[in-house]
C-alpha cells in the first residue's frame, strides 16, 4: 500500500475521481430528488438546506442533476476508452510484430487517415448523420481513441521487441502472436493504463463537448455538458446554474489528470529509479 | 608534487556508504590505473573528483586537485573546474553525443563555456583539439554529425571534447570497453600519446586487468569501496598481497578444465551460407540495395566440441547465429543440423529445433521482468510435444537450476533478485532444461565481471562434460575464447578468414586480420600470468 504515497498526485487524483464514480453509483439506488420531475415553482433558487446546489430553471435540483449526469459522462467515456483500448491495443501489438510488412504499413497508415481529420468535427458528422445519442456520441469518441492506443501499444511494443527475451522466446519455438500477448502485453500494460485515464478524462470533456451542442445525450437524461448549455441564457440571473456543472466537469477531468500522472510515477519504474 | 591527491575519502549517499577511507594520487604525466568489479566504487571516487555526484551524497576526507581543496568549493567554482582542469571521457560513445549538433559544435562548446573567445575561434581551436585526437580535418570536418562516425571515431570525438582545454586531470571511465579490440588498442594508445604531450595526468578506470596493466604507471585496485592494494604497477603485479587482488589475476588468466571428449561425427555442417539483407533507399518504391551479412560462409561443428567464433562488430557474427537458430532464412546455402536441414519450405523445422538453445550477452534483457524464474526457465518446453507436467515438471525445474548451481527454491523468485552473474546461469539454465545438442553462447560471458566470469566459464566446462554439449562460443574477447575452445574460426565482413585449433591460430595467425586481433588483444605481462 506505500506504493500508493511515492506519488505527490496519485491520492488526490484518486480520491477526486472516487467522488465522482461514488455520486455516479449513487444516483442508480438514491437522489435527493428526482431529475425528470419538474417544479417550476421552487425555480433558481440558490444553494440551500433543502437544495444544496440550488435549483435550475425548472426546478429541479442541480445536486441530483450532477449525480445522473456523472453517469452519463463517465459510462459514455468509459465505454469509449473501452472500444479505443480492444480494437487499438491488438492493433499495435500486430503492426509491432509484423514491423515493417504490409499489415504494418495498413494498419499505421489507416491510423495517420483518421488522426488527420479533427475529431470533434467527425463526431460532429457521425452524430448528424446517425442522429444525436449517447450511443452514437460512445462510437464517435471510441473511433477516436482507436489510433491512439495503436500508436502508444506499437512504440512500446517496437522496443520491447528487440530485447534479448523476445530473442529466446522466438528460440523456444514462440509465433508472433503468443509473443505478444505473453511478453509484450504484460510490458506495456502500465502504459496502457496511464494514457486510459487521460483518455478517460478526454472522453469525458468530449462528451461534455458533444452535449453542449446537443448532439450527445438526450432529454431527459441528465449530462453536464447540456446544463451548461442549457443554463448559459441564464448565467447572468443564476450564476450558479452553470457553475456547478463546470465545476464538476473540471473537477472530474482534473482528477483523472492526476491520477494518471501519479499512476506513471508509480508504474514506470525509470522515473521511479530516478526519484529514489 | 601530486595533481590529484584523495586522501581518506569517505562516501555515502543517502546513509548507506559507498567509500570508506580511498586513497590515490595521479602526478602530471602519469597513468593512474583503477581497477575494479562493478559496484566496487572506482566510478564513484572519479565522479568524487568533479564532485558529480548523486543527491542525498555526503562526503568526508580531502580531495585537492592542483592544490585546490574540491570539497569545500562551491557549485560555481566547481563548474569553472569541470571541463578546465578535469576533463572526463566516457564508456558509451554512441550516448556521449549529442545526435543533433555537429562534431565541431560539442568541442567548441567546452571551450566557449570556459573562455571568453569568439565561435570562429572556438571552431579553430575545435580542429586544433579533433586533430589531436587524429581527426583530421580532411577527412573529419567539424561540419561531421556523430552518426557519421563509427564508436571508434566517436570515441576520439569525445576524447577530443575533453582535451581542448589541455585539462590537467584526465578521467576516463571504462574509455574502451564498449569497442572493439582493435579499436581499443588504438584508443589506448591515442590517450598514452596525449598524456606524454600535455604532461597531463591521466585515471584509468577499468575492469579489465590486462587493460591497465599495459598503460598505467600505478595502479589502485579496488573492492567495496575499499582500496584494497595501491602501488607503482610492476611492483603491485609482483608483491601482491590481498587476496582479492590475487584472485582477481587468477580470475583474469583462468582456464576451466575440459576433457572435451570430441567426437569425429559432425553435428551441425553449414555449407556456403548466404544472408543478404535488403533495404530500401527512398521509401517504398526507391532502389533496392542489397547488403550480404554473410557471405559463402562453410564450417563444421562436431559432437562435444567447442567451437569459438571471433569477430568485431558488424563482421556477421549474430546473423549468422539467428540463421543457425532458424530465426531468419538463408538466401543460399544450407544448414544442416545432424544431418536434417534447419529450414524447410520456409519454416523453421522445429525437429531440429528443439536441439539447439541459446544464451545471451546482456543478463538484465534477457529475461521478460514480468514473470519469475520458473516460468523463465520453461519457456523451452513450449518446442515440446509433450512438455513435462506436475511432479516431473516440478523435479526438471529443480534439477535445471541445480545444475547451474541454483536452489530449487529460487524458481519462486523474481529475476530482478539476482545479480548478473546469477542471471547468467539462470540463462543457461534455460538453455539446459530441454536437454538440447548444441548451445549457442552469443558473448554469454561478455557483461560479466572477471571472477563471475571465470566462474561461469567452469560450470560451462562441467556441464559440456556431465551432459556431453556442443558449444558454438562466440566472442569478441580472445583470452575467453582461448580458455574455453577447441577450434576456432575468425570472422570479418561476412567471410571467415581463419580457421584453427585455438592455440595454433592464436599463437600462429596466418591471415592479416587475425594477426591485428591478436596483436591488439591487451595481454597481462607474460612475468605475472607465469606467478
Known amino acids: ?276 | 608534487m601530486s595533481l590529484l591527491s584523495i586522501e581518506n575519502l569517505s562516501l555515502s549517499i543517502h546513509g548507506i556508504p559507498v567509500l570508506k577511507d580511498v586513497s590515490m594520487q595521479v602526478a602530471p604525466g602519469r597513468i593512474l590505473g583503477v581497477i575494479g568489479e562493478s559496484g566496487s566504487g572506482k566510478s564513484m571516487s572519479a565522479f568524487s573528483v568533479m564532485q558529480l555526484l548523486p543527491n542525498g551524497t555526503s562526503c568526508s576526507g580531502n580531495i585537492s586537485l592542483a592544490g585546490q581543496d574540491v570539497l569545500t568549493l562551491g557549485e560555481r567554482d566547481l563548474c569553472r573546474i569541470r571541463g578546465r582542469d578535469v576533463g572526463m571521457v566516457f564508456q558509451e560513445p554512441m550516448t556521449a553525443l549529442n545526435p543533433l549538433q555537429t562534431i565541431g559544435a560539442q568541442v567548441a562548446e567546452t571551450i566557449l563555456v570556459h573562455e571568453n573567445v569568439s565561435k570562429s575561434e572556438a571552431m579553430v581551436r575545435a580542429a586544433e583539439a579533433l586533430r589531436r585526437a587524429e581527426l583530421p580535418q580532411d577527412k573529419f570536418p567539424l561540419s561531421r554529425y556523430p552518426h557519421e562516425l563509427s564508436g571508434g571515431q566517436r570515441q576520439r570525438v569525445v576524447i577530443a571534447m575533453a582535451i581542448a582545454l589541455r585539462p590537467k586531470l584526465l578521467i576516463a571511465d571504462e574509455p574502451t570497453t564498449a569497442l572493439d579490440v582493435t579499436t581499443q588498442a588504438q584508443i589506448l594508445e591515442l590517450l598514452k600519446k596525449l598524456v606524454s604531450e600535455d604532461n597531463m595526468g591521466l585515471m584509468l578506470i577499468s575492469h579489465d586487468l590486462a587493460v591497465v596493466a599495459d598503460l598505467a604507471d600505478d595502479l589502485v585496485i579496488m573492492k567495496n569501496g575499499e582500496v584494497v592494494e595501491a602501488g607503482p604497477t610492476d611492483t603491485v603485479f609482483r608483491t601482491m598481497q590481498h587476496p582479492y587482488s590475487k584472485a582477481l589475476l587468477a580470475a583474469s588468466n583462468h582456464v576451466p578444465d575440459r576433457e572435451g571428449l570430441v567426437q569425429e561425427t559432425p553435428l551441425l555442417k553449414v555449407q556456403n551460407v548466404v544472408r543478404d539483407y535488403v533495404t530500401h533507399t527512398h521509401g517504398w518504391w526507391g532502389k533496392t540495395v542489397h547488403f550480404r551479412a554473410v557471405n559463402t560462409v562453410s564450417f563444421e561443428i562436431k559432437k562435444g566440441e567447442s567451437l569459438g567464433l571471433v569477430g568485431e562488430s558488424g563482421c556477421g557474427k549474430s546473423t549468422l547465429t539467428r540463421a543457425i537458430l532458424g530465426l531468419e532464412e538463408v538466401q543460399g546455402g544450407e544448414i544442416l543440423f545432424d544431418g536434417q536441414p534447419v529450414f524447410t519450405h520456409h519454416h523453421a523445422n522445429i525437429a531440429v529445433r528443439r536441439r539447439m538453445q541459446v544464451v545471451f550477452q546482456d543478463p538484465y534483457g534477457s529475461f521478460n521482468p514480468r514473470w519469475k524464474v520458473e516460468r523463465l526457465i520453461t519457456e523451452p518446453f513450449h518446442l515440446l510435444d509433450n512438455p513435462p507436467k506436475g511432479a516431473e515438471r516440478d523435479r526438471t525445474i529443480a534439477g535445471a537450476l541445480e545444475s547451474v548451481g541454483l536452489t530449487a527454491e529460487d524458481r519462486h523468485k523474481y529475476i530482478h533478485e539476482f545479480s548478473g552473474g546469477q542471471r547468467q546461469r539462470i540463462a543457461i539454465a534455460r538453455a539446459l532444461i530441454i536437454k538440447p545438442d548444441l548451445i549457442i553462447l552469443d558473448e554469454a560471458v561478455s557483461a560479466l565481471d572477471v571472477s563471475v566470469r571465470a566462474q561461469v566459464l567452469d560450470l560451462l566446462a562441467d556441464l559440456s562434460d556431465r551432459l556431453d554439449l556442443t558449444y558454438l562460443f562466440i566472442s569478441h574477447d580472445l583470452s575467453v575464447v582461448r580458455s574455453i575452445t577447441d577450434r576456432v574460426l575468425v570472422m570479418k565482413s561476412g567471410e571467415i578468414v581463419e580457421e584453427g585449433p585455438t592455440g595454433a591460430v592464436f599463437d600462429a595467425p596466418k591471415h592479416d586480420y587475425t594477426k591485428q586481433l591478436v596483436a591488439a588483444a591487451p595481454v597481462l605481462p607474460a612475468d605475472i600470468t607465469a606467478a
Open chain 1, 1 to 276: 500500500m506505500s506504493v500508493l504515497f511515492h506519488s505527490r498526485t496519485l491520492l488526490p487524483g484518486l480520491f477526486l475521481s472516487l467522488v465522482f464514480v461514488a455520486a455516479a453509483l449513487i444516483s442508480l439506488a438514491w437522489v435527493p430528488y428526482d431529475t425528470t420531475v419538474l417544479n417550476i415553482a421552487n425555480r433558481m433558487k440558490l444553494p440551500s438546506w433543502e437544495h444544496w446546489l440550488g435549483t435550475d430553471q425548472f426546478g429541479r435540483d442541480i445536486l441530483s442533476m450532477i449525480m445522473v449526469g456523472a453517469r452519463t459522462s463517465i459510462a459514455v467515456a468509459l465505454v469509449a476508452v473501452g472500444i479505443g483500448m480492444s480494437v487499438g491495443v491488438p492493433l499495435g501489438l500486430a503492426a509491432a510484430a509484423r514491423k515493417g510488412g504490409w499489415l504494418d504499413e495498413i494498419i499505421m497508415r489507416a491510423n495517420d487517415l483518421v488522426f488527420a481529420f479533427p475529431s470533434l468535427l467527425i463526431a460532429v458528422m457521425i452524430t448528424a448523420v446517425f442522429g444525436a445519442s449517447a450511443l452514437n456520441a460512445i462510437i464517435a469518441i471510441g473511433i477516436f481513441n482507436i489510433p491512439v492506443f495503436a500508436r502508444l501499444t506499437r512504440g512500446a511494443a517496437l522496443s520491447l521487441w528487440n530485447r534479448d527475451y523476445i530473442l529466446a522466446a522466438r528460440v523456444a519455438g514462440k509465433g508472433p502472436a503468443r509473443i505478444s500477448l505473453e511478453h509484450i502485453l504484460p510490458n506495456v500494460a502500465n502504459l496502457l493504463i496511464v494514457q486510459g485515464t487521460i483518455q478517460f478524462s478526454l472522453g469525458i470533456l468530449a462528451e461534455a463537448g458533444l452535449s453542449y451542442v446537443g448532439l450527445g445525450a438526450q432529454p431527459p437524461t441528465a449530462s453536464w455538458g447540456r446544463m451548461l448549455a442549457d443554463s448559459q441564457t441564464m448565467i447572468s440571473l443564476a450564476p450558479h446554474l452553470a457553475l456547478f456543472p463546470g465545476l464538476a466537469i473540471l473537477l472530474t477531468v482534473l482528477g483523472l489528470n492526476l491520477m494518471g500522472d501519479g499512476l506513471r510515477d508509480i508504474l514506470d519504474p525509470k522515473l521511479r529509479r530516478a526519484r529514489v
